[in-house]
């Protein structure tokens, strides 16, 4: 069954059924290498119950026709990227393979406790460059960061200060 705004959903009515471990393959592998499959199972409620939502393509409005709110989230594969708001916007939240019983197991937001669109993170090859600015609209001192973890701003003299990025390349 097909709904507008998302992509290759699957969806089931109420229940408390929990889907079977790995029936899904995290891998395929293809001519080209292995390229990964993107998996998550989305439940109304808290604790795997209610109505759910199988998705393995981006959902830009989970609350449109597939469910009337997020309660708990299962990511078979991924990694996923969820926003507190519909159209991919708001705060994002990064969900790995596992389980989320409830919303504060992927939020630390104490503001905002809504999931409202999610779409696969595809990670983009080895090299990475970012551009990091002191202040918005990317103005002020810049900082660019290419294929290196930067555990400390203050000691690259950055400060405590990320107004805005530009990734260059890379996720």
């Excluded at 499959?37 to 449109?64: D, H, W």
């Excluded at 973890?149 to 107004?163: E, I, K, N």
């Amino acid at each position: 069954m097909s709904f507008q705004g998302c992509r290759s959903p699957k969806q089931e009515g109420l229940g408390s059924r929990k889907p079977k471990k790995g029936s899904w393959g995290a891998l395929e592998t293809a001519l080209s290498g292995c390229l990964l499959t993107f998996q998550v199972i989305v439940y109304e409620m808290e604790n795997f119950q209610g109505k759910r939502c199988e998705l393995s393509a981006e959902c830009p409005n989970l609350t449109e026709s597939l469910l009337e709110k997020v309660g708990s989230i299962q990511v078979e594969s991924g990694p996923w990227l969820a926003f507190e708001r519909r159209a991919f916007h708001g705060e994002q939240f990064v969900l790995e393979k596992g389980d989320y019983p409830r919303w504060d197991a992927w939020s630390n937001s104490h503001h905002s406790d809504s999931l409202l669109s999610l779409r696969p993170l595809h990670i983009d090859g080895p090299d990475h460059k970012l551009h990091l600015f002191e202040n918005p609209a990317f103005s002020g001192r810049k900082m660019e960061i290419v294929d290196d973890d930067v555990p400390s701003l203050w000691a690259h003299g950055f400060q405590d200060r990320v107004a805005s990025i530009r990734a260059i390349n890379g996720t």
